[in-house]
């Protein structure tokens, strides 16, 4: 595979090369925002969407003197040397380098960087037959709607998820909520063919792939429920899948040892993934 190419502060070069000072406070205390954008034939994709996120959690966590449109054409120009036509560009602004200290420092400069490095998709068998997942306790802060490199709780439930040999970790609070997964949103369909969905608090990331399937299903007339889920719930709900910037619409048949429905993606969930790959296409045309 191609090294990635990533931008530093307006520099360009091999990600390879890219050098951090050790007091960087993102390396130090995760002090860091970040974004991950998907990107289609050269284009990426929901990029206002992605870019107002970045913005809200920069104002979130309080890191100022960033020039978010300077950011958005060095991210462009570094897309454009790649020559990457399907990739992932991954952004994260971290607080900047300053003597460790909890409180901000007074006069750091926020650090800029990216990456493009192209995209291994799912395999398409997991959209159209459904893959597996498996349940594991929430454990993250209480501000999963900022999107901070703050992510110790995803990432071992996400290796839990890995050794199990499932495609995502689903996460419950100690009630039995289920909130989303360890970096996707979660959907369900009941037997009425509702969606439910956690709604937008400070127990969920606000997805940019959830706000678009959420206006696809409005677009589709489906009725939507914006109510978390219980893990109570699994043994009857018909439908679960799982929405995100590299998964897409990714159909769950499968949690812990426990069948979905029928076992296989349903047709609530095949609508809306048919629909996400409709709109990929019409942005790709350049069709509003």
């Avoid at 130090?28 to 974004?35: N, P, Q, S, T």
């Avoid at 284009?43 to 969407?49: A, G, M, Q, V």
């Avoid at 597996?132 to 306790?137: D, G, K, M, S």
């Avoid at 109570?232 to 439908?239: D, F, K, M, N, V």
């Amino acid at each position: 595979m191609t090294e990635p190419l990533a931008n530093l502060d307006g520099q360009i070069l091999p990600l390879s090369q890219v050098k951090i000072p050790a007091t960087d406070r993102g390396f130090l205390f995760g002090d860091a925002i970040y974004e991950v954008l998907r990107v289609y034939q050269g284009k990426p994709w929901l990029e206002e969407e992605h870019f107002q996120r970045l913005h809200s959690s920069l104002k979130a966590i309080r890191i100022s003197g960033v020039d978010v449109d300077r950011l958005r054409e060095r991210m462009h120009l570094t897309l454009r040397q790649s020559g990457h036509q399907e990739a992932l560009i991954y952004m994260q602004i971290t607080r900047g380098s300053a003597p460790r200290s909890h409180a901000f420092p007074e006069n750091s400069k926020p650090l800029e960087f990216l990456y493009v490095q192209p995209y291994r998709d799912y395999p398409a068998s997991m959209r159209e037959e459904g893959a597996r997942a498996l349940l594991q306790p929430d454990i993250r802060w209480g501000r999963c709607d900022i999107k901070s490199t703050n992510l110790l709780g995803n990432v071992l439930a996400m290796q839990a998820a890995k050794e199990a040999g499932c495609v995502e970790a689903i996460l419950y609070l100690p009630d039995g909520t289920l909130t989303e997964a360890s970096h996707s949103s979660l959907f369900g369909v009941d037997e009425k063919g509702r969606l439910w969905t956690t709604p937008n608090n400070p127990d969920i990331l606000p997805g940019i792939t959830r706000l678009l399937v959420l206006r696809l299903a409005d677009k589709l007339k489906i009725p939507v429920h914006e109510h978390s889920l219980n893990r109570s719930q699994l043994s009857a709900i018909p439908e679960l899948f799982i929405t995100g910037t590299g998964a897409e619409v990714m159909p769950i048949v499968q949690v812990d040892q426990q069948k979905i429905g029928t076992g296989k993606p349903g047709p609530v969930t095949i609508r809306l993934r048919l629909a996400y790959q409709e709109a990929v296409q019409e942005f790709l045309a350049g069709q509003p």
